[in-house]
């Protein structure tokens, strides 16, 4: 099994070689969970068991999933609305960032205790960060797809030395650990 995606894409691939069975899915949605439950009916049917509605289970799952982030989207939302400033004063966020994976990222003040950040492999991509108090932002980038996010600065001895960067799980389920250079 292999699945990748693109905005608003997705394909998926199974290979069952020894029953010489192979099963392609490919879909305009990318946020759900239909193309899972599409590849197990697919399989059942053709190894002949009994039913099993997959859609409803993925379903239920996605639902319970998206009620959970609603709920965290709305404490992140409170926590910002308290209107907290950051622990250190906020253009000692601002600079020049890195990540041996990734490449280059600035931060810059946006408005009030508001930052920016722009990547250097996503010239038309930007991310607000709105502080929650202590080193954490809440983030919002400018593709909704990116999802939403809060985002650690990290700091020793009263510098910062860096950022763990995340997007939605299903762009990537990794962290980036930008190191600040400037």
């Known amino acids: 099994m292999h699945d990748g995606g693109v905005n608003g894409y997705l394909s998926s691939v199974t290979l069952v070689p020894k029953e010489h069975l192979g099963i392609i899915i490919l879909t ?19 190894f002949k068991m009994p039913f099993r509605n997959y859609s409803d289970t993925y379903l239920a799952n996605f639902k319970a999933k998206l009620e959970t982030m609603d709920a965290i989207d709305k404490k992140v939302r409170d926590t910002v609305a308290m209107n907290r400033p950051p622990a250190l004063p906020v253009t000692a966020y601002t600079g020049k960032y890195i990540n041996a994976l990734y490449g ?12 920016e950040m ?16 202590g ?20 700091v020793q001895n009263g510098v910062v030395t860096g950022v763990v960067v995340k997007v939605a799980d299903f762009v990537e389920r990794d962290p980036y650990k930008f190191r600040k250079v400037k």
Do not use: C
């Open 118 to 133: 722009r990547f250097e492999h996503h010239t038309r991509m930007y991310a607000l960060l709105k502080p929650m108090g």
């Open 28 to 46: 305009n949605t990318d946020q759900n969970e239909l193309f899972e439950a599409l590849r197990w009916e697919i399989m059942d049917a053709y």
């Open 135 to 154: 080193n954490r932002f809440a983030v919002t980038f400018s593709d909704p797809t990116l999802g939403k996010s809060v985002f650690p600065f990290q």
């Open 104 to 115: 280059n990222m600035e931060v810059t003040q946006g408005e009030g205790n508001n930052l």
